[in-house]
T-cell receptor, first 108, second 114 residues
Framework: GQNIDQPTEMTATEGAIVQINCTYQ??????LFWYQQHAGEAPTFLSY????GLEEKGRFSSFLSRSKGYSYLLLKELQMKDSASYLC?????????FGTGTRLQVFP | GAGVSQSPSNKVTEKGKDVELRCDPI?????LYWYRQSLGQGLEFLIY????????KSGLPSDRFSAERTGGSVSTLTIQRTQQEDSAVYLC????????????FGEGSRLTVL
């Protein structure tokens, strides 16, 4: 089975930094994805972590600790367009299971 | 096309009717997923196809739901005797390989059961 936990909602101010946490318990862990989903649109890929540590990609970074079953997504220099849901998705054996997502609202 | 294609984009049906939703994955992608997303909720896993292996149906909510994938390409999700709680967006995604491949999503089929 699998259990994925992330905050339901977060708010932040334009230009700030926000960290979205995700804890998970899965069997046969192969890696963890983060996806972004704007309202009414399909999810789009943000990052993929297999090894422990921080992966940086522009304004977005993702961290993974396999031993702790923990990941976070770090968003820097927030922009209004970053208002969206952020979905944590660990691989469970060989299929991708999504958390319920964190809805981030960025205010001016 | 270059992306995952789903049809219909919108479907309104009456309670008790059967519906079929179609997904055309990216050419060459061996893995195909169906997810369901109710309004304001996360993605609920339904079913997973990987190559010629038996599909993982562990997420199907009831025996009214079924899916097939013909020739390792196009997939059809069938919901029989639809209920109002089936109303949701049904998302299809494909990846080049199962296990580690990035998922590419279609735009979804929005199902409304009256």
């Amino acid at each position: 089975g699998q259990n994925i936990d992330q905050p339901t909602e977060m708010t932040a101010t334009e230009g700030a930094i926000v960290q979205i946490n995700c804890t998970y318990q899965t069997s046969g862990f192969n890696g963890l994805f983060w996806y972004q989903q704007h309202a009414g649109e399909a999810p789009t890929f943000l990052s993929y972590n297999v090894l422990d540590g921080l992966e940086e990609k522009g304004r977005f970074s993702s961290f993974l600790s396999r031993s702790k079953g923990y990941s976070y997504l770090l968003l820097k220099e927030l922009q209004m367009k970053d208002s969206a849901s952020y979905l944590c998705a660990p691989y469970n054996t060989d299929k991708l299971i999504f958390g319920t997502g964190t809805r981030l609202q960025v205010f001016p | 096309g270059a992306g995952v294609s789903q049809s219909p984009s919108n479907k309104v049906t009456e309670k008790g009717k059967d519906v079929e939703l179609r997904c055309d994955p990216i050419s060459g992608h061996t893995a195909l997923y169906w997810y369901r997303q109710s309004l304001g909720q996360g993605l609920e896993f339904l079913i997973y196809f990987q190559g010629n292996s038996a599909p993982d149906k562990s997420g199907l909510p009831s025996d009214r739901f079924s899916a097939e994938r013909t020739g390792g390409s196009v997939s059809t999700l069938t919901i029989q005797r639809t209920q109002q709680e089936d109303s949701a967006v049904y998302l299809c995604a494909s990846s080049l390989m199962g296990g580690t491949g990035e998922l590419f999503f279609g735009e979804g089929s929005r199902l409304t059961v009256l």
